[in-house]
């Protein structure tokens, strides 16, 4: 059985990613694991006795009982829960591998990081999605689509990857959506560049299309230079009111590779308003689509 990993820590960030992840569930007939990570680290380390340390870990268990018979009432999906203790980043990869986890969703701020009055990337969330074995969703919402109409698959000229359009094509048939490939240009001074970014928009389209999903590319001017291409993508996201979920590949902890918004996947996981799956490419090899 497929077998969706949602860390928890109680915040309302996890619980939106729990609700988030009920459809994806449904569709692809997965159990959901709720994981509880307890990390006592740092100068706290010594406070508390192996007592103290029981009884709170006995609480949180509880609480991770009840949160799991609530979800599973209100889903009617299969769900079970995990409490362990180490390393929060770590024991959340650690379980996904030992569970053969298709997918993780999780809240991008964990109760250690505080309030995200701007937005910042968790520590703990950046981590997770460098090292996780699978695809990876972030939630950094509070309102959200129950479903996905459409996705959202940025391009660029030279590292876009086979395995984020395949992902792409994957997800829109779960869910029975379209895809919308966009491509940032921040300069119309080059003819060469706007030409090879508009064939490369029509082979990527003319691709999904061949695989039975609906399809559009569109080219948007990105004002201000490179630093401006996430903003100008996620607004472009916002404007089209349909958008449920955008697709960017990352690269490894320790990587040699830098793939496509390798630097920026960061920031469209920190500013983005709609979920973010974030995929690493597996094969190294092949890091383009077309020849």
């Not at 619980?15 to 509880?36: G, H």
């Not at 990876?136 to 959200?144: A, E, Q």
């Amino acid at each position: 059985m497929n077998k969706i990993l949602i860390p928890v820590d109680f915040e309302q960030q996890s619980f939106l990613a729990t609700e988030q992840s009920y459809n994806l569930a449904r569709l692809i007939k997965a159990e959901i694991l709720l994981l509880y990570v307890f990390e006592q680290s740092g100068m706290f380390s010594g406070i508390f006795s192996s007592d103290q340390n029981n009884e709170l870990l006995s609480k949180i268990d509880e609480r991770l009982a009840e949160m799991a018979g609530k979800v599973s009432i209100s889903s009617g999906l299969k769900v079970s829960y995990r409490l362990e203790k180490g390393r929060i980043y770590t024991k959340i990869t650690d379980v996904a591998r030992e569970i053969g986890a298709s997918y993780i969703v999780m809240g991008t701020h964990s109760s250690d990081e505080g309030e995200a009055q701007d937005k910042r990337f968790g520590a703990n969330s950046s981590r997770v999605i460098r090292q996780a074995p699978c695809p990876v969703i972030t939630i950094n919402s509070k309102h959200l689509y129950n479903g996905c109409r459409n996705i959202l698959l940025p391009l660029d000229l030279t590292k876009e990857t086979r395995q984020k359009v395949t992902f792409g094509i994957e997800i829109a048939k779960i869910y029975g959506a379209g895809i919308k490939v966009v491509s940032a240009l921040w300069s119309k001074n080059d003819p060469a560049v706007i030409g090879r970014l508009y064939q490369q928009g029509e082979q990527v389209t003319d691709f999904i299309a061949a695989a039975g999903v609906a399809c559009t590319f569109e080219i948007i001017e990105s004002h201000g230079g490179e630093r401006t291409l996430v903003p100008s993508i996620l607004n472009y996201a916002s404007q089209q009111g349909d958008v449920d979920l955008i697709i960017i590949c990352t690269q490894q902890e320790i990587g040699i590779v830098e793939f496509f918004v390798g630097s920026h996947a960061q920031e469209f996981m920190r500013l983005s308003d709609i979920p973010v799956m974030s995929v690493i490419p597996k094969d190294l090899g092949f890091t383009s689509l077309f020849s």
